[in-house]
């Protein structure tokens, strides 16, 4: 079992930037990929952002690419994730996930976290 919490997330105006942290207790933090996914009201829970168990190699979503960072401390077992940049369109909750094998799809993920709101006005 692994557990994630959140934080970080708040109301910021568009234009501004907050990082996200997931924090993991549990199993092996670095035994596991870990993504960051947003779900908007009325809309489906999308893909963010993936990082390896190295952190060697992320993806991005391309609605966040060259606007979001995402990075891993594996001593501190904790994931974050860096937003710049944001617009409105960003307004969500999100979730931090760990995943075996990885990947872009919710069902790809065998933990999730809370999630944690993120607002962006404009």
């Known amino acids: 079992q692994v557990h994630l919490v959140e934080s970080g997330g708040g109301l910021v105006q568009a234009g501004g930037s907050l990082r996200l942290s997931c924090a993991a207790s549990g199993r092996t933090f670095s035994n596991y990929n870990m993504g960051w996914f947003r779900q908007a009201p009325g809309k489906e829970r999308e893909f963010v952002a993936v990082?390896?168990?190295?952190?060697?190699?992320?993806y991005y979503a391309d609605s966040v690419k060259g606007r979001f960072t995402i990075s891993r401390d594996n001593a501190k077992n904790t994931v974050y994730l860096q937003m710049n940049s944001l617009k409105p369109e960003d307004t969500a909750v999100y979730y931090c996930a760990a995943s075996i094998s990885g990947g872009l799809r919710t069902f790809d993920y065998n933990y999730w976290g809370q999630g944690t709101q993120v607002t962006v006005s404009s």
């Open positions: 990082i390896i168990r190295s952190g060697g190699s992320t």
